[in-house]
């Protein structure tokens, strides 16, 4: 990875060249993997990736060229062929407003630590001790990896940014012989914070607990979500609801209810790009500098993530949200959702009858206005009787609206945990009545 003298030396030459107003961006990732399936390391890969984008501007025209030759020569010719290319490209929307401050806005910190407990060889043995555990009628599968990466940007207006990420990312799903199955996963850039042993522990109670799935027909259910089902659930909301663009286009589930309350008074969300309980990231792909938002403030929506195009439409400032992508428009990737004040041990305790949910695959939406979601159980499924586990469920299909589900949160954990990928959030474990499955598999 690129440090951030070695980023600004290759940004400040290929601005050397620019006959227009100009923005580059240089992403530079290095990272090391433990890959695991069958209770076996099968790879241990390390790789190193640098591109370089071309942002040349004209007017309301805008031309890009990416390339991960970054020697002088190449640099100078993607320079030529994207200043080119713009007598080719029609006018876009809106002229370009060009970048001019802060100056500079640079994140360095990281945990040294990681590279002394997560190396190649450290992360072997880590794995190795977790797949020790497990009884031969089980398997285990998943990756291990450490990852360096950095975003640096700079323009012909004398804009410099610089963010260092480093992070660990963890899952692993243990498998009994019949299809039963358990996960556990993290994500974090604090190496004392990762424990391998204990998720691999948690994976293979989650599979034990699991053996023998029993089928129950669809309805509706008290939910208990832990955070990895909290955190997709979130996300798909941030999505389709907490980007300004969804509100101006119509199809957000926000759309004219700035102010207006939405949730529950137990249900406040923001974003902070700055809170070390995510992964901090102090721009956003426009080169703009981040602001915390308070989105739901306890169930009323306060704040919509912009990025420059939306927030010219909307006569305002850029929340610095831009994910380099106008479809989307402004998104938030930092999401920390408060906490309450139990345990998931009270919320189990005080369900009648209920269904325990790990995590969900293959969410899509089915309604954006009405945020209505729907995605399938996966990798630890359990029903609760009387304030017990009783036995593991097998798979099920949820239907939702998030205006109703998040009405209807009953209990809130304390505890919360950093799960995500390409955003990192911050969330708790969720007791939410009146859930609705609308569907079953015969799989574990």
Do not use: W
Request: net charge negative; glycine share 8%; aromatic share 10%.
């Amino acid at each position: 990875m690129l440090n951030k003298k070695s980023a600004y030396e290759i940004i400040d030459k290929a601005l050397s060249y620019c006959n227009y107003y100009t923005m580059v961006t240089l992403k530079s990732k290095d990272e090391g993997i433990t890959r695991f399936a069958n209770s076996e390391i099968h790879q241990n890969v390390y790789n190193e990736d640098n591109l370089l984008t071309i942002s040349v501007y004209d007017g309301k025209k805008e031309s890009k060229v990416t390339t991960n030759l970054l020697d002088e020569d190449n640099i100078k010719a993607a320079i030529k062929d994207a200043e080119e290319n713009l007598k080719f490209i029609p006018d876009g929307e809106m002229e370009i407003i060009e970048l001019t401050e802060p100056t500079e806005i640079t994140y360095e910190e990281y945990d040294e630590e990681l590279d002394k407990k997560f190396d190649t060889i450290s992360r072997s043995n880590l794995v190795k001790e977790g797949i020790d555990l497990l009884d031969k009628d089980y398997t285990a599968a998943g990756a291990l990896s450490l990852i360096k990466s950095a975003l640096a940007m700079g323009n012909t207006r004398g804009v410099k940014r610089y963010n260092r990420t480093d992070r660990l990312d963890f899952n692993t799903v243990v498998m009994y012989k019949d299809g039963s199955s358990g996960y556990a996963g993290y994500t974090t850039n604090k190496a004392h914070e990762l424990d391998v042993v204990k998720e691999f522990k948690t994976a293979y109670e989650k599979a034990k607990m699991s053996v023998n799935a029993i089928s129950i027909e669809p309805g509706s259910y008290t939910v208990i979500l832990e955070p990895e089902a909290v955190n997709s659930l979130l996300s798909y909301m941030g999505y389709v609801g907490f980007s300004a663009k969804s509100t101006q286009i119509g199809t957000g589930f926000l759309t004219g209810k700035i102010g207006k309350k939405v949730f529950g008074d137990n249900i406040t969300i923001k974003d902070d790009a700055y809170s070390e309980n995510t992964l901090p990231f102090y721009f956003d792909f426009e080169g703009y500098q981040k602001k915390p938002l308070n989105i739901i403030e306890k169930g009323v929506v306060k704040e919509l993530a912009y990025d420059v195009k939306s927030a010219v439409k909307d006569n305002t400032e850029t929340t610095g949200h831009s994910v380099d992508s106008p479809k989307i428009g402004g998104l938030a990737l930092n999401l920390i959702m408060d906490g309450g004040d139990k345990c998931i041990e009270d919320l189990i305790k005080s369900t009648k009858k209920g269904i325990l949910v790990t995590r969900f695959h293959y969410m899509n939406i089915v309604n954006p206005r009405q945020a209505l979601l729907t995605a399938l159980t996966r990798d630890g499924t359990f029903l609760i009787e009387d304030g017990e586990i009783k036995c593991g469920v097998k798979n099920m299909r949820f239907t939702e609206s998030m205006l109703n589900a998040f009405n209807n949160v009953v209990g809130i954990t304390k505890e919360r945990r950093k799960v995500g990928k390409f955003g990192v959030s911050y969330v708790p474990a969720l007791k939410i009545e009146d859930f609705h499955f609308t569907g079953k598999t015969e799989l574990n």
